[in-house]
């Protein structure tokens, strides 16, 4: 039988196929480069049956004149063209297309690495370079390579102060940055019911620093039930058993709050053994942890305390933000002394809103902890939500379990 | 496709923040990528890489889809690239910039010649000739063209 990515590409691994690609997206980043390779093309008209879509979300709002009218030439491009166009404060490309753009089944392009987020609904999701891009907006489609895919086999559910990060954080450190190059993972198993739409965009999220093409999940009732919820109808997609290249159990009542320590996503200790680290910067957000759940749940666990550090909250979109503040979350966040930054991507790529100065340390939310990504000299520890809040309390790297 | 050039030896899992950091993206003007290549891995790195064939460990080109991690590489003179593995991102932005990238797992010699023929299936390198796997069909003809952009006006 055939994975999940083989049936949607419709061909076996191995095969090289062109495809029609159903969502293409860009950012402020990889769009501009892609306008220039679109013109060196000749484009005039964009491929007819593909959805196009650009989020100003990368360095937004612009951090000076350069990046300014950068942006000012790809806005007015999306802007004149059939492209449906979100501006600086709308939120994270990846957040935007999953908040009711994605149907399962459906072959996603974004120019971001992290486009593998949106496998979580049961589509092809994959990331490409500004050129690849610029021929998408050329032709509606691209060729693919049909990825081999690993088996990641979900039991159990979650104890204690474990979250969905730090089981992303423990694959990634079993398969290696690169052990799941050219392939894609699938994430089955009983364990895989149990998870929210918010929980599995984690692990989708978290795929490419892997190395995957992909990270797929089956639409099941939770898909379609977030799916109605956003004004889609969407039927589910049957496992069916198949063969993997490699195969890989994770039990979830085994997860324990872990961090991925400067400067690889694939080096993870327990947060236990890092406790007491000294911390310059808590940052909440990005395509990994800035949804409304990850908020709340930061909320829940800062309120009526204040935070020991700066700690810089950033949600992932507009949407995301108005609920924190009908719901009270946001003043939570405020009231325990965190700042909030415009929807977008923050300092996670190291350009502005936060970025850290030499010797600093941060712990975030995100999902890179490359040397200098965030300031050069700045020190990254990747971890979740609850070990962000616990750690924001003390001042210092801290158990999400240690009260 | 021939080449030849000066190897620059490299480790494994360079990532793309290596090759061109974040701080250096935003610009129109293109030898600033050159200019800054490698800059964190390496400062002394970038004026060598006139004429270089990189040759690295696994998993070169790790991480962001940033293109401008590639046209860096081929601003600053690089002939070609060779590692056991490549990220699945930079190596399509490789061949789309017309950027030879060459999957071996070579011994890497600082200084030394390497020369290619990758239609040939060839490295020559640390006195040895090694056989390679071609590229696909499809990357062949966009390498050829020159790139995705040449390819794409030739196609229309």
Redesign the interface.
């Known amino acids: 039988m055939s994975t999940l990515s083989e049936r949607i590409l419709g061909a076996a691994a191995g095969e090289?196929v062109d495809r029609k690609v159903d969502r293409a997206y860009a950012h402020d980043?990889?769009g501009?480069?892609a306008l220039e390779?679109w013109k060196?093309?000749?484009g005039d008209r964009l491929g007819k049956e593909t959805g196009y879509y650009i989020q100003f979300d990368h360095?937004a709002p612009a951090n000076n004149g350069?990046?300014a009218t950068?942006q000012h030439e790809l806005r007015d491009f999306a802007k004149s063209s059939s492209m449906q166009f979100s501006d600086i404060g709308c939120g994270i490309c990846h957040q935007l297309m999953g908040e009711g753009l994605i149907l399962p089944g459906e072959i996603v392009v974004g120019?971001?690495?992290h486009s593998v987020t949106l496998g979580a609904f049961g589509a092809f999701a994959t990331?490409?370079?500004?050129?690849?891009m610029?021929?998408i907006w050329?032709?509606g489609e691209t060729?693919f390579?049909v990825p081999e895919s690993v088996g990641i086999h979900l039991t159990g559910r979650f104890t204690g102060a474990a979250e969905s990060k730090d089981l992303a954080l423990a694959y990634v450190a079993n398969l290696g940055?690169?052990g799941a190059?050219?392939q894609a993972l699938e994430f089955v198993g009983d364990g895989v019911h149990a998870l929210t739409m918010d929980e599995r965009l984690v692990l989708s999220n978290l795929s490419v620093e892997a190395?995957a093409?992909a990270g797929l999940f089956y639409a099941d009732d939770v898909t379609v039930r977030y799916l109605k919820e956003h004004g889609q109808d969407a039927a589910s997609q049957e496992y069916e058993p198949c063969s993997y290249r490699k195969e890989l159990d994770l039990d979830l009542a085994d997860i324990v709050p872990l961090v991925a320590v400067p400067h690889?996503v694939d080096t993870v200790k327990p947060v236990d053994a890092l406790a007491g680290t000294p911390l310059d910067q808590v940052f909440v957000g990005t395509c990994t942890n800035g949804r409304y759940s990850d908020l709340a749940r930061f909320a829940r666990l800062v309120k009526g305390k204040k935070v020991a550090v700066r700690t810089l909250v950033i949600p992932a979109s507009a949407a995301i933000l108005k609920k924190t503040i009908r719901t009270g979350v946001l003043a939570d966040i405020l009231e325990a002394g965190c700042t909030i930054g415009t929807p977008g991507c923050g300092p996670c790529?190291?350009?502005h809103m936060g970025v850290l100065g030499k010797g600093e340390v941060c712990l975030s939310t995100a999902n890179?902890n490359?040397?200098?990504?965030m300031g050069?000299g700045g020190e990254i520890y990747l971890g979740s939500v609850a070990t962000a809040a616990a750690s924001a309390i003390h001042g210092e790297i801290t158990s999400p379990g240690a009260g | 496709m021939q080449g030849r050039g000066t190897a620059v030896c490299l480790p494994a899992d360079v990532d793309t923040d290596l090759v061109i950091a974040g701080r250096y993206l935003r610009t129109r003007d293109r030898s600033v990528w050159a200019t800054h290549a490698f800059e964190d891995l390496d400062p002394t790195l970038a004026p060598r890489l006139m004429g270089a064939v990189i040759i690295a460990g696994k998993n070169f080109g790790c991480g962001s889809s940033r293109e401008q991690a590639v046209l860096a590489l081929r601003e600053a003179g690089v002939v070609a690239v060779i590692a056991p593995s490549f990220a699945r991102i930079f190596f399509r932005n490789a061949i789309n910039i017309g950027l030879p990238l060459i999957e071996s797992d070579l011994t890497c010699e600082e200084g030394s010649p390497v020369a290619f023929d990758l239609s040939e299936g060839w490295v020559d390198a640390g006195g040895k000739r090694h056989m390679i796997r071609p590229l696909s069909p499809r990357m062949q003809e966009i390498l050829m063209a020159g790139g995705l952009v040449e390819y794409w006006r030739a196609h229309r």
């Open positions: 090289y980043g990889t501009v480069l390779a060196e093309m000749g360095i350069t990046t950068l120019a971001d690495s990331g490409v370079g500004a050129t690849d610029a021929a050329l032709t060729w390579r940055t690169d190059t050219y190395g093409k690889r790529l190291g350009y890179r490359f040397r200098n990504r050069v």
